[in-house]
């Protein structure tokens, strides 16, 4: 709904190999929702992360960049992005590699694709208890009119 807050989790599945980092934009409509934070493990990701740029005029987070000197495999969390809704509407969330830092294994690029989101705004429905208010009001109204006749 708007004005809600929710976080989504860029999640990397299934490496084989040790992964050393990387990096990811966020394409997304400024319109429907904006980027409040994104936060960053840096106990698991250990050596030079940055948060990225948040540009919510633009619509982008540039550069959300992590890496470790420990080993990483398998499935892991990239960022956490936190949003808020603005309006009511849908919109994709697109991700895309930050080229200043690639994807790697030993030094090796890997080969990397994303799934893309999609977020639909609700705008926030009347509630029931005004409906049964409004409702009330006017069979009041009737009956008062009714005995005044």
């Given at each position: 709904?708007?004005?809600?807050?929710?976080?989504?989790?860029?999640?990397?599945?299934?490496?084989?190999?040790?992964?050393?980092?990387?990096?990811?934009?966020i394409?997304?409509?400024?319109?429907?929702?904006?980027?409040?934070?994104?936060?960053?493990?840096?106990?698991?990701?250990?050596?030079?992360?940055?948060?990225?740029?948040?540009?919510?005029?633009?619509?982008?987070?540039?550069?959300?960049?992590?890496?470790?000197?420990?080993?990483?495999?398998?499935?892991?969390?990239?960022?956490?992005?936190?949003?808020q809704?603005?309006?009511?509407?849908?919109?994709?969330?697109?991700?895309?590699?930050?080229?200043?830092?690639?994807?790697?294994?030993?030094?090796?690029?890997?080969?990397?694709?994303?799934?893309?989101?999609?977020?639909?705004?609700?705008?926030?429905?009347?509630?029931?208890?005004?409906?049964?208010?409004?409702?009330?009001l006017?069979?009041?109204?009737?009956?008062?009119?009714?005995?005044?006749?």
């Amino acid at each position: 709904n708007i004005n809600d807050i929710f976080t989504l989790d860029i999640i990397g599945q299934d490496f084989t190999s040790n992964v050393d980092g990387g990096g990811v934009n966020i394409i997304f409509d400024p319109a429907i929702i904006n980027v409040l934070s994104v936060s960053i493990d840096n106990d698991f990701w250990d050596f030079m992360n940055m948060e990225g740029t948040i540009n919510n005029t633009l619509g982008t987070v540039n550069g959300i960049m992590v890496n470790a000197l420990s080993s990483t495999t398998d499935n892991f969390t990239v960022a956490s992005i936190e949003f808020q809704a603005i309006t009511g509407g849908t919109t994709n969330i697109l991700l895309n590699d930050f080229s200043f830092n690639p994807w790697s294994s030993g030094g090796e690029t890997i080969s990397t694709s994303y799934v893309t989101g999609q977020v639909t705004v609700s705008n926030v429905p009347i509630p029931a208890a005004a409906w049964l208010f409004g409702s009330a009001l006017i069979g009041l109204t009737q009956v008062r009119y009714r005995s005044r006749k």
